[in-house]
């Protein structure tokens, strides 16, 4: 008889008891009969406790296995902040849990065991062959898997109980977790700059080797991002040459260089020459910004004259002048464009008077000297009829300094003075 079928059968005896005194007080029973309905209320229940169970029978085998299995006795223990080993070295996990165990029957082969023992060390090697192959950074994931995994009773090693474990926990030491932390914000960062330098390096393999792989490519490039407006992309061709040129390390081709801005390649490399030459002079010196001087002063005042290098009316035009600034004692000046400017077999000076080895210059000759004819000033030169102005006297009328205003001697063009 199971539990149910008691306590309804005590039920019903109290209610039977009860209807009977109430009706023997009613009827006012002698006392005899009191007695007889007291031992028929005591005899009744233990008559259908026999009934039941001869009717009962054993249980069909069908149905054996959805009857409530009959309570089994269990012990506990507790465990706290056990380290259990995860798939990192030195991150370890930390394991808590109560360990519910209970014996299987199976007989001891030790006399004496201690049970809570076999039990936690049972469930903690079910859970370190589970730990040991997961990452520390996915303790609560872990966690859960843990409950599940250990929330069944298995037997230990020994066959002499059966263990499993509730209310697991499972975290990481707070020093681990910031570690990790750290760890995740560097390995994220890395990615975004390994995708922005992979972006880069795209970028720029695309503008070298495509769009400024040479100037016609630059200009289509510069057509296509500015779509109707042609004018404005003739007037870049000159940038996107000098683009073009600089990202494939070349000058700029000389049929585009009348597109380019500012100064043309011969000019640059006449002032690259100029700057080599003051180097050598050790006037500059290399890396270094060097002022201009009069000499580059006086090339660019010859090159606005329309008198390029190799043009013979440079040194005619040199000499000229430096005779005149030495009347104003300039004489570095004067050597200065003489060894720059003049050519040292120049027409007409190489042994001309009013030169001499030394400086180019001995100071002017008296008019109607030997080598000189009666015109004072322009005496005969080696280079077909072209004259020299005479220069001024250092003095003045009177042997005083030249006037402030007097007039400059006039220079030679083409062999004629004017």
Same mark, same amino acid.
């Given at each position: 008889?199971?539990?149910?079928?008691?306590?309804?059968?005590?039920?019903?005896?109290?209610?039977?008891?009860?209807?009977?005194?109430?009706?023997?007080?009613?009827?006012?029973?002698?006392?005899?009969?009191?007695?007889?309905?007291?031992?028929?209320?005591?005899?009744?229940?233990?008559?259908?406790?026999?009934?039941?169970?001869?009717?009962?029978?054993?249980?069909?085998?069908?149905?054996?296995?959805?009857?409530?299995?009959?309570?089994?006795?269990?012990?506990?223990?507790?465990?706290?902040?056990?380290?259990?080993?995860?798939?990192?070295?030195?991150?370890?996990?930390?394991?808590?849990?109560?360990?519910?165990?209970?014996?299987?029957?199976?007989?001891?082969?030790?006399?004496?065991?201690?049970?809570?023992?076999?039990?936690?060390?049972?469930?903690?090697?079910?859970?370190?062959?589970?730990?040991?192959?997961?990452?520390?950074?996915?303790?609560?994931?872990?966690?859960?898997?843990?409950?599940?995994?250990?929330?069944?009773?298995?037997?230990?090693?020994?066959?002499?109980?059966?263990?499993?474990?509730?209310?697991?926990?499972?975290?990481?030491?707070?020093?681990?977790?910031?570690?990790?932390?750290?760890?995740?914000?560097?390995?994220?960062?890395?990615?975004?700059?390994?995708?922005?330098?992979?972006?880069?390096?795209?970028?720029?393999?695309?503008?070298?080797?495509?769009?400024?792989?040479?100037?016609?490519?630059?200009?289509?490039?510069?057509?296509?991002?500015?779509?109707?407006?042609?004018?404005?992309?003739?007037?870049?061709?000159?940038?996107?040459?000098?683009?073009?040129?600089?990202?494939?390390?070349?000058?700029?081709?000389?049929?585009?260089?009348?597109?380019?801005?500012?100064?043309?390649?011969?000019?640059?490399?006449?002032?690259?020459?100029?700057?080599?030459?003051?180097?050598?002079?050790?006037?500059?010196?290399?890396?270094?910004?060097?002022?201009?001087?009069?000499?580059?002063?006086?090339?660019?005042?010859?090159?606005?004259?329309?008198?390029?290098?190799?043009?013979?009316?440079?040194?005619?035009?040199?000499?000229?002048?430096?005779?005149?600034?030495?009347?104003?004692?300039?004489?570095?000046?004067?050597?200065?464009?003489? &060894?720059?400017?003049?050519? !040292?077999? +120049? *027409?007409?000076?190489? #042994?001309? =008077? @009013? $030169?001499?080895? %030394?400086?180019?210059? &001995?100071?002017?000759?008296? !008019?109607? +000297? *030997?080598?000189?004819? #009666?015109? =004072? @000033? $322009?005496?005969? %030169?080696?280079?077909?009829?072209?004259?020299?102005?005479?220069?001024?006297?250092?003095?003045?009328?009177?042997? @005083?300094?030249?006037?402030?205003?007097?007039?400059?001697?006039?220079?030679?063009?083409?062999?004629?003075?004017?």
């Amino acid at each position: 008889m199971t539990s149910g079928t008691k306590t309804v059968t005590v039920f019903l005896t109290v209610i039977c008891g009860l209807i009977l005194t109430a009706f023997g007080v009613a009827a006012h029973w002698p006392g005899w009969l009191w007695s007889a309905m007291a031992a028929m209320l005591l005899a009744v229940p233990a008559l259908a406790v026999k009934a039941a169970e001869h009717r009962g029978g054993p249980v069909p085998a069908e149905l054996a296995p959805h009857l409530t299995p009959p309570p089994v006795e269990r012990w506990e223990e507790r465990v706290v902040q056990v380290a259990l080993p995860s798939s990192w070295d030195d991150y370890d996990f930390l394991f808590s849990a109560t360990v519910r165990w209970c014996p299987t029957g199976a007989a001891a082969t030790e006399p004496v065991v201690n049970p809570a023992g076999l039990a936690v060390d049972a469930v903690l090697e079910r859970a370190r062959r589970i730990t040991e192959q997961r990452d520390p950074a996915r303790a609560s994931l872990v966690q859960h898997e843990l409950n599940g995994a250990l929330g069944r009773m298995r037997p230990d090693a020994t066959g002499y109980l059966q263990a499993m474990a509730e209310d697991v926990t499972l975290v990481l030491a707070e020093h681990d977790r910031e570690r990790l932390e750290k760890l995740a914000a560097v390995r994220k960062d890395k990615a975004v700059w390994e995708h922005q330098r992979k972006h880069e390096q795209s970028k720029r393999e695309y503008l070298g080797q495509d769009v400024l792989k040479d100037t016609g490519s630059a200009v289509v490039w510069w057509l296509a991002r500015n779509d109707d407006q042609v004018d404005k992309t003739v007037k870049d061709i000159g940038l996107l040459a000098q683009l073009t040129s600089a990202a494939n390390n070349e000058d700029v081709p000389e049929r585009l260089q009348h597109f380019v801005p500012g100064p043309r390649t011969w000019e640059a490399a006449d002032a690259q020459a100029d700057a080599a030459a003051d180097t050598a002079d050790g006037s500059a010196v290399p890396g270094q910004e060097r002022e201009a001087s009069a000499a580059d002063h006086y090339d660019a005042f010859l090159r606005t004259m329309g008198f390029p290098d190799g043009d013979v009316r440079r040194s005619l035009v040199t000499r000229q002048v430096v005779e005149v600034i030495k009347q104003y004692d300039r004489i570095e000046t004067a050597e200065q464009l003489l &060894s720059r400017f003049d050519a !040292p077999d +120049g *027409p007409g000076f190489s #042994d001309g =008077p @009013g $030169f001499s080895d %030394d400086t180019g210059f &001995s100071g002017p000759e008296e !008019p109607g +000297g *030997p080598d000189r004819p #009666d015109d =004072p @000033g $322009f005496p005969p %030169d080696d280079a077909g009829g072209a004259s020299v102005p005479r220069p001024p006297a250092p003095n003045g009328p009177g042997g @005083g300094p030249a006037p402030v205003g007097r007039t400059a001697p006039h220079f030679v063009e083409d062999g004629r003075g004017n």
